[in-house]
């Protein structure tokens, strides 16, 4: 599985974004995509996540300002990011996670650069 993100950038606080992510490659028995960052200094931490259920989680940080969304045909995650914070600075990377028979596997994609300026 390879995961391509992408849309990063420089935003202003309040300002709004969407990343996506493109999934490429045995795609089969993918059971969860979503989205992590890592900011400077800190742990990678979850974000949203959706899964074939089209359940979907949100970290409380991000609760009713980002949206996860998935494109079937196109294979593709988005995250829609809106009234940015200077505390979503952050590099955002998507996830995939695929059942295995010895237990479920985590992909990462390259991770995209959000900046947040006052």
């Known amino acids: 599985v390879q995961l391509q993100a992408s849309g990063g950038g420089l935003v202003q606080a309040g300002g709004s974004l969407r990343l996506s992510c493109a999934a490429s490659?045995?795609?089969?028995?993918?059971?969860?995509l979503g989205w992590y960052r890592q900011a400077p200094g800190k742990q990678r931490e979850f974000i949203a996540r959706?899964?074939?259920?089209?359940?979907?989680n949100y970290a409380d940080s991000v609760k009713g300002r980002f949206t996860i969304s998935v494109d079937n045909i196109k294979n593709m995650v988005h995250l829609h990011m809106s009234n940015l914070k200077l505390e979503d600075t952050a590099v955002y990377y998507c996830?995939?996670?695929?059942?295995?028979?010895?237990?479920?596997?985590?992909?990462w994609g390259q991770g995209t650069l959000v900046t947040v300026s006052s």
């Open positions: 959706i899964n074939g259920s089209s359940s979907i």
């Open positions: 490659g045995n795609l089969r028995s993918i059971s969860t």
């Open positions: 996830n995939a996670v695929k059942e295995d028979v010895l237990g479920p596997v985590n992909y």
